[in-house]
């Protein structure tokens, strides 16, 4: 994109002074914005104007789950059909680890944060120790699509390359970032966080398929033979990947998607709920749990919104594609956003000053016809690492590895 097409597309969306600062950039600098300006999805701004996509109306009703007791009856069963399509090559895993460890204490990407105690073990190689259980156990190597950010795309590529792919095909492992939304004032004006580059964040963890898509890796995985992709995030050192049950029993029901869940340890559990709503499968958020939907049983006297979700998903490719035809719904949300003022001075702002847009894996979720819920045993196959201490923390994290024989 050269200057003309940029101001052009600014034009377009009233967003011409990103380009004040042109003339005073070294080339180099101009050509970074200007690549930016040709990356970047302004579309969205149309959207401030809009209703935000929370606020749609919603009946809530409960879900059922499958229960552990309900897997371990079939459970040969489901792993043949788990295995059989891992043999034919049907089964991709994603990982998203477009985040940094910032919360942990760390300015390096989250993945590269060492919770070892006897000997270095970073959380990127407990993700791929976790997915060689399940190839080595079919003997089979699984494609893993990693999902970086702008911020951190090139220190998780290098790190992977420095510990040769910790023993994983590279062949196999594929990199690609997210895409970046703009962040704007109230009124829709995109800030410059320096005078070659705009203020941007990643669109959220709805936005995986859509950048998987724009890096042309969904034509690859057509031409692999890929029809399933199993949906995770990195924050779960425990969790099981391209798990052969949970994808039989998916692929047996003729479900869209499958989401690993857990049995919440109290009501107020902070942790997203499965559930219909407006009669498709969707994800409740722990703070909109009224009391009515707290209280709600069933008929065995379970609590009804008892299964959180663990972000482990088994999607159908065929399913997104058809979902993608449409428009996702978009999250506008306040934040404190740093940026340049009229005298070119970065500020830090104390006060949500504008917006930034995301997109949620819920939603996607939301726009499926069916889900089924898959019960695991929370000690098994749940170790978030979200705090440094606490709850869901790096010691948390440790103790439930330590517990399930892992060597730290």
């Known amino acids: 994109m050269n200057y003309m097409d940029a101001k052009n597309k600014l034009k377009n969306f009233g967003q011409e002074h990103l380009l004040k600062y042109y003339d005073t950039l070294t080339k180099e600098e101009q050509d970074k914005l200007l690549l930016q ?45 788990g295995t ?23 300015s390096h990407p989250k993945g590269m944060y060492d919770i070892g105690l006897t000997k270095p073990v970073y959380i990127f190689q407990r993700i791929i120790e976790n997915l060689f259980t399940v190839v080595n156990d079919t003997k089979t190597w699984i494609h893993l699509f990693i999902m970086t950010s702008e911020k951190n795309h090139a220190d998780t590529t290098s790190f992977f390359q420095e510990h040769q792919y910790f023993g994983y095909d590279k062949d196999h492992i594929h ?47 057509h031409k692999e033979g890929i029809e399933w992709l199993n949906v995770f995030s990195v924050d779960n050192v425990l969790q099981r990947i391209a798990d052969p049950c949970f994808i039989g029993a998916t692929i047996d029901g003729n479900y869209n998607v499958g989401a690993k869940v857990v049995r919440k340890t109290h009501p107020d559990e902070k942790v997203g709920v499965m559930c219909l709503e407006n009669g498709h499968p969707s994800i409740i958020e722990y703070y909109e749990l009224t009391d ?32 993608a035809k449409k428009e996702l719904p978009l999250h506008i949300v306040e934040k404190k956003i740093p940026y340049l003022d009229d005298d070119g001075n970065l500020v830090q702002p104390d006060e949500p000053n504008g917006y930034k847009f995301e997109t949620l894996i819920l939603d996607l979720i939301q726009m499926l016809d069916t889900c089924l819920p898959f019960e695991v045993i929370r000690e098994q196959e749940f170790a978030p690492i979200k705090n440094k201490t606490g709850v869901d923390s790096i010691e948390s994290a440790r103790n439930l590895l330590v517990q399930n024989g892992i060597t730290l």
């Open 37 to 81: 300006i040709e990356e970047t999805d302004f579309s969205m701004l149309q959207h401030i104007k809009k209703e935000n996509a929370t606020d749609r109306p919603s009946h809530i009703t409960p879900i059922t789950a499958m229960t552990l007791d309900e897997i371990s009856e079939k459970k040969g069963h489901f792993t043949d059909i």
């Open 84 to 106: 059989q399509a891992i043999h034919a090559g049907k089964i991709g895993a994603v990982l998203l680890a477009g985040g940094m460890g910032t919360r942990l204490g760390s």
């Open 175 to 221: 990199f690609f970032k997210q895409n970046m939304a703009p962040a704007t004032d109230y009124q829709g004006k995109i800030y410059l966080e320096a005078k070659e580059k705009l203020a941007t964040s990643p669109n959220g963890n709805g936005g995986w398929f859509t950048s998987l898509n724009r890096a042309g890796l969904i034509d690859f995985m």
């Open 292 to 323: 009515d939907l707290r209280n709600t049983t069933t008929p065995d006297g379970e609590p009804a919104y008892n299964f959180g979700v663990i972000l482990n998903y088994l999607f159908e490719i065929k399913s997104l594609e058809q979902i």
